[in-house]
């Protein structure tokens, strides 16, 4: 009698210890505004992120990701669809994509990633207590347009107009705008502004430079930069202009000379902090996070065909690619 008594507990707690509910599976919503193809490696290196401090796919974390193609007419629309998958957290990538989740939902934290301006965009109104449900990581775009435009002088002293690649759908081409504006006044250069919403615009936008005998550009950051990054380098050799650009993905591409933050770095950065909320941190109480690690990147190969001779100063700091 005794046996079975102690076989009957033993099965009873075996039957409440597989009753009882494993550890909860994280759901992260991950929004670009970008596209699918450029935007791969970040996604990777969220991924690595997440990994590293305890987050496996399919295990203890769920990723749903969607990208906009850069068209943010569709954002309100794909985070919404996000929303109606409960994510625990929402990973929103570039300024229109943390504007449409912010507009959409004030309970689900929001992490944001390669956004240049958070305060002059109007994400949040304080870095260091963000408040709300939003906090992330800031690239310092906006701040270092002006810096881009300095070293794009030294390298080409003889310029005196820049055209300024732009796409105004973004509300980051005001606030990078700004920041050129106060440094070409500095540096004595004036400014052509070009629209660039879509790949013909850049076609034209190279031609109308060409035809305006310009030889000297900046590429401001939109989402539109990575997909569009290959056909810039290429309009660029064509038409023989020497272009700044913010991130050194563009200098692999072929251009010729990038100042900014590491973006892969970024996404890892933003991985901490979305680990952060998944374990118990408000997102309103995280300080913005800022990059401490800035690279100037070179492309030899290009300046050689350009006949551009790269200060000795510059080639001491910048990690160059041949």
Known sequence: MRRWVVWIVVVALSGAANSQPGPKTARVAYLHAGNETTGKPYLEAFREGL???GYKEQQNVVLDVEYADGRFERLPAIVQSLLDRKPDVILAATT???LAAKAV???VPIVFVSVADPLGAGVVSNLARPGGNITGVTNLVSELSGKRLELLKEIVPRATVVAVLLNPADP????QMKQVATAA???GVGLKPMTVRGSEDLERAFAEIHKSKIDVAMRLVDPLVASLRKRTATLAAKYRVAVSYAFREDVAAGGLMSYGTNLADQYRQ???VVAKI???EKAGALPIEQPTKFELVINRRTASSLNLTIP???LVQAEIVD
């Open 51 to 53: 990994l590293a401090l």
């Open 96 to 98: 229109p994509g943390v």
């Open 105 to 107: 939902t004030k309970e």
């Open 172 to 175: 980051n081409a005001p606030l």
């Open 185 to 187: 006044q500095r540096l």
């Open 270 to 272: 933003a991985a901490i």
């Open 278 to 280: 998944l374990r118990g």
């Open 312 to 314: 000795q100063r510059l």
